[in-house]
Each structure stands twice: as C-alpha cells, then as structure tokens.
C-alpha cells in the first residue's frame, strides 16, 4: 500500500523568507509526483508536476524536486508572500492493473504573516 | 468548460436519504477520480473511472456508495441510506492519462443530520 507523508502539518513563517516543504512516499514504482494547493472551502489547484524522469520543476517562485531513491520531494517556495497562505499537498501517482491512483499526503497548512 | 464542475456546491440532507452528487469533468479528459476530505483528514480515494468503465472501485466504503459515468463525460455519485459519518467534501478531478496535471472541481459539502 502506497504511503505518502508531510512536514510539518503546519508551518507560519513571517513575509518575505523562503521555506521548504517536505513530501515522503514508499512506492518506488512512482510514474509522477504533484504538487497541490488547497485554499479553504475550495478544490484543489495544480501547482507542478514532475515526472519519474525529471528531478525538479520551477513555475515562478515555486521550486519542485524529486528523488526517487530516498523517496522524497520538496517544495521550494521564495520569498513567501501572505497570498501564498494556503494547504499544500502532494500526491504520488502509480499504475496498477486497475488503472492509476493518486494517493495524497495530509498537507501543509502554510501560515504567511504580513 | 473551463474547468472542472460540480453540483450541488452543498447539501444537506436527512440521514437515511439517499443523495446523488454530479461532476462535469474537463471536456476530453478521459480519467475522472472521486474523492472523499473529511475535517481534517487528507483525501481519501473512492473510485476511478477510465471512459465510462470503473477499473478501480476499491476505496468504496460500503455498498451504500455507487458511482457511473455516462458518455465518456458527466458522473454521478450516489449514497444511498446516507449516514453521519458520509458528511464530507466530495472531490471530483478529471485528467488525461500520461503524466498531465489532475484538475479538481470545488466540490460537494455533504451534511448528514
């Protein structure tokens, strides 16, 4: 059974640092790794994906790394901003004979103060 | 549309009725998954469908929940008997296959009294 964890489940940093968040997962098999924002009372919003091939993606000031081999990603977030005040999730994919499934981890509930 | 669309936002019904939760999935997106976010908790996986058929059904919690996809497009979930413990987000996000981006709908508020 595939386990993804997170750290911290909770995190208040002040405007302006930059921070890191950590996603931990035991499937060696994973095909793509996602990272997601949650605001309250909302879906989900993609923020990056990466492919089992790639080590990291930027969108921004987002930084997104993956290594298969320790079974961990991260979330680099520059210079944080109140907007940026959010849940984050990240998700593995893997492929089974029933089709692919994402499991989430529990979330980051990222406090920005201005 | 432009993106992934659910109905009702919320709903609130009696416990032992049975309701039915709509998602209209991003036009072309071939995978639909449905997702259960309890207070507090993180998603938990409920069923997957590629086109109308449903390969993966095993995070079903009972017999109560049933899902169908018609057309290759809109699903619907339904819970019959609702309980207590059914009250929920329910999370709807569509996809294609092959790495793209999950698209998620806002989701259904589900409360049991």
């Known amino acids: 059974k595939q386990e993804v964890t997170q750290i911290p489940a909770a995190l208040s940093v002040p405007e302006g640092e930059n921070l890191v968040l950590n996603c931990s997962f035991t499937?060696?098999?994973?095909?793509?790794l996602q990272w997601f924002r949650q605001d309250p009372g909302k879906g989900l919003t993609s923020l990056l994906l990466i492919q089992s091939s790639q080590r990291e993606q930027t969108s921004g000031r987002l930084n997104a790394s993956l290594d298969k081999s320790s079974g961990r990603s991260t979330l680099y977030i520059a210079a944080s901003q109140p907007g940026d005040s959010a849940t984050y999730l990240c998700?593995?994919?893997?492929?089974?004979?029933?089709?692919?499934?994402?499991?989430f981890g529990e979330g980051t509930q990222l406090t920005v103060n201005p | 549309g432009a993106g992934v669309s659910q109905s009702p936002s919320n709903k609130v019904t009696e416990k032992g009725k049975d309701v039915e939760l709509r998602c209209d999935p991003i036009?072309?997106?071939?995978?639909l998954y449905w997702y259960r976010q309890s207070l507090g908790q993180g998603l938990e996986f409920l069923i997957y469908?590629?086109?109308?058929?449903?390969?993966?059904k095993s995070g079903l919690p009972s017999d109560r929940f049933s899902a169908e996809r018609t057309g290759g497009s809109v699903s619907t979930l339904t819970i019959q008997r609702t309980q207590q413990e059914d009250s929920a987000v329910y999370l709807c996000?569509?996809?294609?296959?092959?790495?793209?981006?999950?698209?998620f709908g806002n989701g259904t508020r589900l409360t049991v009294t």
């Open positions: 996000a569509s996809t294609n296959p092959g790495g793209s981006p999950l698209h």
């Open positions: 499937d060696s098999a994973i095909y793509n």
């Open positions: 036009s072309g997106h071939t995978a």
């Open positions: 469908f590629q086109g109308n058929s449903a390969p993966d």
């Open positions: 998700a593995e994919t893997s492929f089974s004979t029933s089709g692919s499934r994402l499991t």
